[in-house]
C-alpha cells in the first residue's frame, strides 16, 4: 500500500473473538493493528484466530506496552480516544490518514486520567443514554468507516 492508513490500538482487550473480527475488519481496510498492555487472552487463543479466520497473515498486529509508548513513537500523528463518557462526537473529529483510533477494554474502557487530559480527541459513539456501550469491535468498524469516509475512502 502507498498511502499511510489508519491504525486501530485496542487497550487491554479482553475477548478473543472481538479481537479477531477486528482483525478481519484491519485486513479488508489496510489497517494496521496495535494491541496495548495486558491482554485477556493469548495471541495464539483459538477463538482469536476462529473469527480472524485466513485474514490473520495480512494484518500488521503490533503489542505495545502502553499507549504513552504508543504516543513517543508516533509524536507526529494524531490520536482519538473513543468512549461513552464524553459528548464530542465521533463525526466532529477531522480525521486524517495516519491517525491513530484508540479503543479500551471491553469491561473497563480507556483510563479516565486519557480520556480527560485530552478532552479535543475524546470521542464518542452515540446511543441510548440507559445502554452501556456498543460491541468493541462495532464500534471500531462505525469509526474506522467514518474516517475512511472522510478522507474518500482512498486507501481502498
Same mark, same amino acid.
Given at each position: 500500500? &502507498?498511502?499511510e &492508513?489508519?491504525?486501530i +490500538? =485496542?487497550?487491554?482487550?479482553n475477548?478473543p473473538?472481538n479481537?479477531?473480527?477486528?482483525?478481519? $475488519?484491519?485486513?479488508c481496510?489496510?489497517?494496521? $493493528?496495535?494491541? #496495548?498492555?495486558?491482554?485477556g @487472552?493469548?495471541?495464539t487463543d483459538?477463538?482469536?484466530?476462529? !473469527?480472524g479466520?485466513?485474514? =490473520?497473515?495480512?494484518v500488521?498486529?503490533?503489542?505495545?506496552?502502553?499507549i504513552k509508548? =504508543?504516543?513517543?513513537?508516533?509524536?507526529e &500523528?494524531s490520536?482519538y480516544?473513543?468512549t461513552?463518557?464524553v459528548?464530542r462526537?465521533?463525526?466532529?473529529?477531522n480525521?486524517?490518514?495516519g491517525?491513530?483510533? #484508540?479503543?479500551?477494554?471491553?469491561?473497563k474502557?480507556?483510563?479516565?486520567?486519557l480520556? @480527560?487530559?485530552?478532552?479535543?480527541?475524546?470521542l464518542t459513539?452515540p446511543?441510548?443514554?440507559?445502554k452501556?456501550s456498543?460491541?468493541? !469491535?462495532?464500534? +471500531?468498524?462505525i469509526? =474506522?468507516?467514518e474516517?475512511?469516509?472522510?478522507?474518500?475512502f482512498?486507501m481502498?
Open positions: 500500500m &502507498n498511502k &492508513n489508519f491504525r +490500538v =485496542l487497550y487491554e482487550p475477548i473473538q479481537t479477531g473480527n477486528i482483525i478481519r $475488519l484491519c485486513s481496510t489496510g489497517c494496521s $493493528l496495535y494491541l #496495548v498492555g495486558k491482554l @487472552f493469548h495471541l483459538k477463538y482469536l484466530k476462529r !473469527a479466520m485466513d485474514y =490473520l497473515e495480512g500488521e498486529v503490533i503489542k505495545i506496552a502502553s509508548e =504508543l504516543e513517543e513513537k508516533f509524536p &500523528n490520536f480516544y473513543f461513552t463518557k459528548s462526537k465521533y463525526t466532529e473529529a480525521f486524517k490518514q491517525d491513530f483510533l #484508540v479503543f479500551g477494554s471491553e469491561t474502557g480507556l483510563p479516565e486520567e480520556i @480527560f487530559s485530552n478532552p479535543e480527541k475524546s459513539i446511543m441510548l443514554q440507559e452501556r456498543l460491541n468493541l !469491535a462495532n464500534s +471500531v468498524a469509526a =474506522l468507516y474516517a475512511l469516509r472522510q478522507s474518500d482512498l481502498l
